[in-house]
């Protein structure tokens, strides 16, 4: 890390240093761009998700509350003793934090709210696609994941797969992002492959396709 405004950097194989492309708060977490802040908010999302699925989401969030809630009087009790010890005005311990504005940009909410419904309308329109079969070879993709789907659903439960998600959350990218070349070589690999199985299918079946304008002119 370098100070100013921070980059992140890695040394590669070769002991040369690479800057690591810039991201937003979110994906710096997700990227380990700070060890400390990353493996904080792993762990504790980690435990938690644990803990719920074991035991009930009310159970979980109120012992949490009562473990924060505690840790906070607390220390509030501790600095004021401290102070009146000491006699120094400090202050409230958490004056920091409570001069944060957690006031949602009407502007942002509007902008958040417009993507999830264009991503939703996307979503329904696709699945009408692929259930009315408006291309065959499409859904009988869907339906081949679909079939994956109800045994992974048969070996897992929805909480052990969130589990699941949220570990790969914090690794797969990380792992892309250092492997980047390597990965690309094989999924593009294996996208030409599927790609050209695709074809060979469709050419085999050629049920639901548009014919071309030389056919439609010869069937007129």
């Given at each position: 890390?370098?100070?100013?405004?921070?980059?992140y950097?890695?040394a590669?194989?070769?002991?040369?240093?690479?800057?690591l492309?810039?991201?937003?708060?979110?994906?710096?977490?997700?990227?380990?761009?700070?060890?400390?802040?990353?493996?904080?908010?792993?762990?504790?999302g980690?435990?938690?998700?644990?803990?719920?699925?074991?035991?009930?989401?009310?159970?979980?969030?109120?012992?949490?509350?009562?473990?924060?809630?505690?840790?906070?009087?607390?220390?509030?009790?501790?600095?004021?003793?401290?102070?009146?010890?000491?006699?120094?005005p400090?202050?409230?311990?958490?004056?920091?934090?409570?001069?944060?504005?957690?006031?949602?940009?009407?502007?942002?909410?509007?902008?958040?709210?417009?993507?999830?419904?264009?991503?939703?309308?996307?979503?329904?329109?696709?699945?009408?696609?692929?259930?009315?079969?408006?291309?065959l070879?499409?859904?009988?993709?869907?339906?081949?994941?679909?079939?994956?789907l109800?045994?992974?659903?048969?070996?897992?439960?929805?909480?052990?797969?969130?589990?699941?998600?949220?570990?790969?959350?914090?690794?797969?990218?990380?792992?892309?992002?250092?492997?980047?070349?390597?990965?690309?070589?094989?999924?593009?690999?294996?996208?030409?492959?599927?790609?050209?199985?695709?074809?060979?299918?469709?050419?085999?079946?050629?049920?639901?396709?548009?014919?071309?304008?030389?056919?439609?002119?010869?069937?007129?």
């Amino acid at each position: 890390m370098a100070s100013g405004n921070k980059f992140y950097s890695r040394a590669n194989s070769n002991g040369n240093v690479t800057k690591l492309p810039e991201r937003g708060p979110v994906e710096s977490l997700i990227y380990w761009r700070d060890v400390k802040k990353s493996g904080i908010f792993f762990g504790a999302g980690l435990v938690t998700l644990l803990a719920i699925s074991c035991f009930s989401v009310i159970s979980v969030f109120a012992y949490l509350s009562l473990l924060t809630l505690a840790g906070t009087v607390s220390f509030r009790i501790y600095k004021s003793v401290m102070q009146a010890i000491q006699k120094t005005p400090e202050g409230h311990p958490f004056k920091e934090y409570l001069d944060i504005d957690l006031t949602l940009p009407q502007e942002k909410v509007q902008n958040i709210a417009g993507i999830a419904v264009a991503h939703v309308n996307g979503f329904v329109a696709e699945l009408r696609r692929l259930f009315l079969v408006e291309d065959l070879i499409d859904s009988i993709k869907f339906g081949v994941i679909l079939w994956v789907l109800t045994y992974i659903g048969g070996w897992f439960n929805g909480m052990t797969l969130v589990i699941l998600a949220f570990v790969s959350l914090f690794t797969l990218p990380k792992v892309y992002e250092n492997n980047k070349q390597s990965i690309d070589t094989y999924l593009d690999l294996a996208r030409s492959k599927l790609t050209e199985f695709t074809e060979k299918i469709k050419a085999a079946i050629p049920i639901g396709q548009k014919p071309t304008i030389a056919e439609s002119d010869k069937d007129k």
